[in-house]
């Protein structure tokens, strides 16, 4: 007699609610800026201001080609998207984010997410997880920095 097989395992879902906890860290993968993420980033989002479509500007603040922090932060919650919330992120809440330092064509960047709250909703097994998240340049220099909170499914 054949045992029927279990079921399969999904791999690559994000975190429940409840295998988090307060204090908990995570780091994210590194990500490579690269020109092409820049001009698609500007041409979709109409972030088409000189600093960022002209590599010959004279009035920057900076040597290079630097990248709108809104890009900065999106590379990050791709990557936290792919892994920490796949398929348990429900909706992002709220996001309080602060530029450090610029980023620039080229930067590889990675973020800490630090897990700050976890408070259970009162319905449905979900739970608003208040995180922060720290990005860091390949010089171990901080970038950017975001309070987020996200509402995650339980299980």
């Given at each position: 007699?054949n045992?029927?097989?279990?079921?399969?395992?999904?791999?690559?879902?994000?975190?429940?609610?409840?295998?988090?906890?307060?204090?908990?860290?995570?780091?994210?993968?590194?990500?490579?800026?690269?020109?092409?993420?820049?001009?698609?980033?500007?041409?979709?989002?109409?972030?088409?201001?000189?600093?960022?479509?002209?590599?010959?500007?004279?009035?920057?603040?900076?040597?290079?080609?630097?990248?709108?922090?809104?890009?900065?932060?999106?590379?990050?919650?791709?990557?936290l998207?792919?892994?920490?919330?796949?398929?348990?992120?429900?909706?992002?809440?709220?996001?309080?984010?602060?530029?450090?330092?610029?980023?620039?064509?080229?930067?590889?960047?990675?973020?800490?997410?630090?897990?700050?709250?976890?408070?259970?909703?009162?319905?449905?097994?979900?739970?608003?997880?208040?995180?922060?998240?720290?990005?860091?340049?390949?010089?171990?220099?901080?970038?950017?920095?975001?309070?987020?909170?996200?509402?995650?499914a339980?299980?």
């Amino acid at each position: 007699m054949n045992d029927p097989l279990p079921p399969p395992t999904k791999l690559g879902l994000g975190a429940h609610w409840q295998d988090l906890s307060v204090g908990q860290r995570f780091e994210t993968l590194r990500r490579t800026i690269t020109e092409t993420d820049l001009i698609n980033f500007i041409s979709v989002t109409g972030m088409l201001e000189a600093i960022f479509i002209d590599a010959t500007f004279e009035g920057a603040a900076m040597a290079g080609r630097p990248v709108p922090a809104a890009l900065t932060q999106g590379l990050i919650e791709g990557l936290l998207f792919q892994t920490m919330i796949q398929g348990t992120g429900l909706a992002l809440l709220e996001l309080s984010l602060k530029a450090v330092k610029p980023v620039l064509v080229g930067d590889t960047i990675h973020a800490l997410v630090t897990v700050t709250g976890i408070k259970p909703t009162s319905k449905n097994n979900r739970a608003v997880i208040d995180s922060r998240v720290e990005v860091f340049n390949a010089r171990s220099e901080m970038v950017l920095t975001y309070d987020v909170k996200r509402l995650l499914a339980g299980r």
